[in-house]
């Protein structure tokens, strides 16, 4: 298979970024809203980032690793799990 085969079925950076937070909120029977106060973050920027509307920065990256409670290196393996689903 190809790099451009490869690339059709995988799911964009975004998309994976998205469901790996979805996932693990849920997983911890978190809501939206305590995810973002947690982390130090609105709930509008938790729900976009979910829904894959906005690609957020490092920073908003880390504050969504600290509120879901999970280090940058686990949500980062989140991230690519969800890519290869």
Do not use: C, H, Y
């Amino acid at each position: 298979m190809g790099l451009a085969s490869a690339n059709v079925s995988a799911v964009s950076s975004d998309q994976a970024l998205a469901l790996a937070v979805k996932r693990l909120r849920e997983k911890r029977g978190l809501s939206q809203e305590e995810v973002a106060f947690a982390g130090g973050t609105s709930t509008s920027t938790v729900s976009r980032i979910e829904r894959g509307q906005l690609r957020p920065s490092s920073t908003v990256i880390g504050r969504i690793a600290q509120g879901l409670g999970v280090s940058l290196v686990e949500l980062a393996a989140a991230t690519e799990a969800a890519a290869k689903s």
